[in-house]
């Protein structure tokens, strides 16, 4: 299944064209600003400035369905992510990542296992997954995983455009 295809609204209205990351990778990201995991921001930011000129970009997906901690509207929700971390990656409308509203974006990531054989819902906030340039899933990595450590960056490395 390619993400390409799925239909997904922009944090602020209209579409968030996944269509436009064919022939990049892409590190999806359910994110949430009221989390212990929440700092990850810092990490995916620098990740996405890091290697955007390469054909690489994080896409932030905000999701409420771990204990409300992402509670805002979409306008608080693009306020805080850019005042307190400077976000400037993309972020979609908040969805539901698991249960029966599942959003079809996340039908077609869960599926795939991390290093340790997860596969199915999503655990937590900052579940990652990097999507290769074709729009399949490359990897999978749990909430905890820091943005910036190895294993990510080098899966990111290996699945940029040539």
Known sequence: ????????????????????????????????SKCGLTPQYAALERLHARYTARGFTVLGVPCNQFMGQEPGTSEEIAEF???????????????????AGRHALYEGLVSAPDAGGHTGDIR???????????????????????????????????NLPA
């Open 81 to 99: 992510c850019s005042a307190t971390y400077g976000v400037t990656f993309p972020m979609t409308e908040k969805v539901e990542v698991n249960g």
């Open 124 to 158: 937590w906030n900052f579940e990652k997954f990097l999507v290769a340039p074709d729009g399949t899933v490359a990897a999978r990595f749990a909430p905890q995983t820091e943005p910036d450590a190895a294993e990510v960056v080098a899966a990111v490395e290996s």
């Open 1 to 32: 299944m390619s993400i390409h295809e799925v239909e997904i609204d922009a944090l602020q209205g209209g579409s968030a064209d996944l269509g436009q990351y064919r022939g990049k990778a892409v590190l999806v990201v359910n994110v949430a």
